[in-house]
């Protein structure tokens, strides 16, 4: 490590810059958003242009057509030169001769210190360098970073900057002030800053509160927080920021069938893992005994994660969980996932709605061939609707029968979605008469069933309406 990562504070004096150009423009803008008072030197031709750069930045910035090999650098903290062979190699001489930090663009061989890209999130800021080698890649790293980091997470460090003299008065302890702050980082309080809760500054006031209060109880074994987590339909790259966040810092996972191994793979590497799903034809767990998992786990203090494919609000019981939780007054979070007609849709090229075509979408579910024969299919006849069954592969000739007898053309476009989003997905389609065939066709599920117009307009349909061109062109 040839250059060691610091952060400068530019409110303490003066930043020249010298050089015009893009790459002086640049680092103005960069310099201005710090907060520095900026003294940029530009030859006399180039003054007016600079100026009204100067003018449309944020800060305070000077102007000047002053030598900078002559100028007063009594008051100067770092310089920034873009002025380009060979003045940048003097500039950079008088600067180190004045123990002054100095920056030359993409000379890191004339410069002491080098500007990395930065992730700014406010009280956060991340840095990123390359030594100066590799500017494109440190860019590319920091983008990637800006995708994981939540947006928030800069209110998040204010919040407890605000407080954290409050705490320090009231626990006297480091050790114990440590264990506090991370608790509001991993529990409740940081979910509810991340997540844009207003109420999340009174929560931290009322922690701070109890911890003065409540001398006697042990501060390193808090309530655990469960989140309920949807995973999306399969693959991991549908995972959302959030839930790929919470899955980074869980302490205990609780997951089910359709969660695939890809999406487990983002779970923190330590993380016990407990499978609480339900194979079929195999004896699984019931609910009542997840439930219990769920508020054993959370009450040893850890940061449990209820991993459900999908989201956990549609047809995943969370609901229910969320209620059993609440009664046993465990914290909960609940992060929402692609649900698997959204997901399963959009990789088929499949619109769930169109315009002056499909106007309406229903989901339902039928895993078993009484659930669908106790579904009212008059309501689901109507052509403008586009339906979604959820496991439906095993009842697909009742859902079949119960839609034609309800008045649903047997000539209506549909579609069998197995596995869709992994690597092993697999789309049939036909007509609503051939439902079953296409049911029975795909394999083992998870699947789902769509009946509507759209499923002409899907991927699947054209590649089967072009095969079968071809076919009659050969013919």
């Known amino acids: 490590m040839r250059f060691l990562p610091v952060f400068l504070d530019l409110a303490s004096g003066t930043v020249v810059l010298v050089g015009a150009g893009d790459a002086a423009a640049n680092k103005l803008r960069l310099l201005a958003a710090a907060g520095a008072r900026v003294r940029w030197h530009v030859e006399r031709a180039e003054a007016a242009t600079a100026r009204s750069i100067a003018g449309a ?56 210190f080098i500007v990395p890209a930065i992730v700014d999130r406010g009280e956060v800021v991340v840095a990123i360098g390359t030594g100066g080698s590799a500017p494109v890649l440190a860019r590319w790293l920091r983008e990637r970073i800006e995708a994981l980091l939540p947006e928030r997470i800069g209110k998040l460090a204010g919040l407890m900057g605000k407080y954290r003299a409050r705490l320090a008065a009231t626990m006297t302890d480091m050790a114990a002030r440590r264990r506090f702050w991370e ?11 991340l997540s844009g809760q207003a109420d999340a500054e009174a929560a931290l006031v009322d922690a701070i ?27 991991p790259d549908l995972l959302t920021l959030r839930a790929l966040h919470v899955l980074q810092d869980a302490d205990v996972v609780l997951y089910d069938e359709l969660v695939t191994d890809a999406v487990l793979d983002r779970a923190r590497r330590d993380a016990e893992r407990v499978f609480v799903g339900k194979r079929r034809g195999q004896p699984g767990i019931g609910q009542a005994e997840i439930n219990r998992h769920l508020v054993e786990a959370a009450r040893t203090g850890a940061r449990v994660v209820r991993l459900k494919g999908g989201d956990p609000f549609v047809f995943g019981r969370g609901g229910e969980e969320l209620e059993h939780l609440r009664a046993a007054g465990i914290p909960v979070v609940v992060v929402p996932g692609i649900t698997a007609a959204l997901g399963c849709a959009a990789e088929a090229g499949l619109p769930l709605t169109y315009r002056n075509e499909a106007s309406r979408v229903s989901i339902v579910t039928a895993q ?31 859902v079949r029968d119960g839609l034609i007898t309800a008045g649903r053309d047997p000539a209506t476009p549909a579609a069998v979605l197995a596995r869709g989003t992994r690597p092993d997905a697999r789309a049939e389609v036909g007509r609503l008469g051939e439902l079953a065939a296409l049911a029975a066709s795909v394999g083992d599920g ?29 013919a």
């Open 57 to 112: 930045a944020a800060g305070s910035i000077e102007v000047t057509t002053e030598d900078p090999l002559s100028a007063d650098f009594s008051d100067v903290v770092a310089i920034v030169s873009a002025a380009g062979r060979p003045r940048d190699d003097t500039i950079a001489g008088r600067a180190k001769a004045a123990r002054i930090p100095v920056n030359v663009v993409d000379r890191p061989d004339l410069s002491s």
């Open 183 to 193: 608790r509001v980082v991993d529990g409740p309080i940081g979910s509810a800053v």
């Open 209 to 235: 509160g109890a911890a003065a209060s409540e001398k006697t109880r042990r501060v390193d074994v808090p309530a655990g927080t469960v989140f309920l987590v949807g995973a999306g339909p399969g693959d």
């Open 368 to 398: 078993r061939a009484d659930e669908a024969a106790a579904i009212d299919w008059s309501t689901l006849a109507d052509p403008q609707t586009t339906l979604v069954v959820y496991m439906g592969l095993a009842s697909a000739p009742a």
């Open 446 to 474: 998870p699947a789902l069933l769509v009946i509507g117009e759209v499923v002409a307009r899907s991927t699947p349909w054209r590649a089967a309406e072009l095969e079968a061109l071809a076919g009659r062109l050969a």
